[in-house]
């Protein structure tokens, strides 16, 4: 792991050796890198720095190479530990993400060689993030789209194994459409929704349940591309800053992208000519990054008689 490295614009030999413990890259499929990514946060953290001083290391790295992914990554988590540590009042967290054919990505590599475990990796760095903070709550809320392998049942069981059933709960979108739930209309089969339908379904039902203090209600994606450690990323200018909404991105000189490669430039392309047909969506550099916080009081107003229910349904929130 000892490769070569841009030095710090600080003369910090303590960052330096564990900059130079670090791989390049990361694979948060990897239980090894997993540990090891949550190891060298902590390693930052009890080494006293603070947030500006992690950010100094992080500008540092990106101005002389920024594909070091790694420590990137490891800084941007360090920064949202340190944010949740300062959190005074009650803050309740609700992260939702969907399911379709996540059947084989949802088990882990000795039960299915395409495994990734990403319930239980999700559920693993929500608890690392927010552990001894007792001001702060989550849940987890995950929504089957309509799922032909039963990936929300296998969740369940997989949350029923591991007594997950106090802070992780699965949706069905069908249910929804059957019991013709308003969030889901003008839905009549689960095909009419590309994970769009099942999203707004999540944040409506993370809205229902009237938490006390602030509530934040977050959405992703099903895969482990986004580290959950990153939450208070978002969450902090919804709590200190006045803001409704907060939306990740891809697309900046400081942004830490895991996955690449074609599926990559297709969403640069579409995100290009949206901005194009609608030009209002102003400086918001990557519309359909799946990372996204909004205020619970707005969710009414973003996700009642959303038209949208397919890829594009991000287009539509961010107009709302």
Not at 108 to 117: F, L, T, W
Not at 234 to 249: E, R
């Amino acid at each position: 792991m000892n490769h070569n490295r841009p030095p710090s614009n600080r003369d910090d030999r303590e960052f330096q050796k564990i900059f130079s413990d670090c791989p390049k890259s990361v694979d948060l499929t990897d239980d090894r890198h997993a540990e090891l990514m949550l190891n060298t946060v902590e390693s930052l953290l009890k080494k006293g720095y603070g947030i500006s001083e992690l950010q100094e290391f992080e500008k540092a790295i990106i101005k002389q190479n920024n594909t070091e992914i790694f420590i990137l990554l490891a800084l941007k988590i360090a920064k949202s530990k340190l944010l949740a540590a300062s959190v005074s009042k009650p803050l309740f967290i609700s992260v939702v993400f969907a399911v379709y054919k996540e059947h084989n990505r949802i088990l882990n590599q000795s039960e299915h060689p395409h495994g990734e475990d990403f319930l239980l990796k999700k559920v693993m760095q929500l608890d690392w993030l927010f552990k001894n903070y007792p001001n702060i709550n989550w849940e987890l809320i995950i929504v089957d789209d309509g799922c032909p392998e039963n990936s929300g049942r296998i969740a369940q069981k997989i949350i029923d194994k591991h007594d997950l059933n106090d802070r992780v709960r699965v949706l069905f979108l069908a249910n929804a459409i059957e019991e013709d739930h308003a969030v889901v209309k003008p839905m009549t089969a689960t095909s009419d929704s590309q994970k769009g339908g099942s999203i707004a379904l999540g944040m409506w039902e993370a809205n229902g349940r009237n938490r006390a203090g602030n509530h934040i209600v977050i959405y992703t994606d099903a895969d482990l591309s986004t580290h959950l450690g990153q939450v208070m990323l978002l969450a902090d200018p919804l709590i200190n800053q006045g803001k409704l909404v907060a939306i990740g991105s891809r697309r900046e000189p400081e942004s830490v992208v895991i996955k690449k490669g074609t599926r990559n430039d297709r969403g640069k392309m579409f995100i290009y000519l949206w901005k194009r047909l609608i030009p209002n969506l102003g400086d918001i550099i990557d519309t359909q990054c799946g990372f996204k916080a909004f205020k619970s009081e707005i969710i009414p107003h973003v996700i009642n008689n959303l038209i949208e229910k397919k890829f594009a349904f991000d287009i539509e929130l961010l107009l709302k």
